[in-house]
């Protein structure tokens, strides 16, 4: 980040991408390679869900979806306001 100001990371990459998107850029050359990784990222969980659904997702606690997809997106948010990192 002190060399360049990118920011390592998920929302370091899908903030980038989907700004990309919604101005109907091409995807290739630096969107290509974040559209790859972030479909091996998904591909990837939903591999792990086929083979490890127990071991890997226990139980959460009974909400709506829309309130888990609310918590991804301001932990997000807050991540890429706060310059920091989710992991």
Known sequence: YLIDGKITGISG???????GVLKCDPVKDA????????????????IDLAFNWRFSFPRAPPMHIARYLLAGVLVGIGTRVGKGCTS
Do not use: D
């Not at 969107?31 to 939903?46: I, S, V």
């Open 13 to 19: 990459i899908m903030g980038p991408f989907f700004r």
């Open 31 to 46: 969107q290509l390679w974040k559209l790859l990784f972030l479909t091996g990222l998904f591909l990837g969980g939903l």
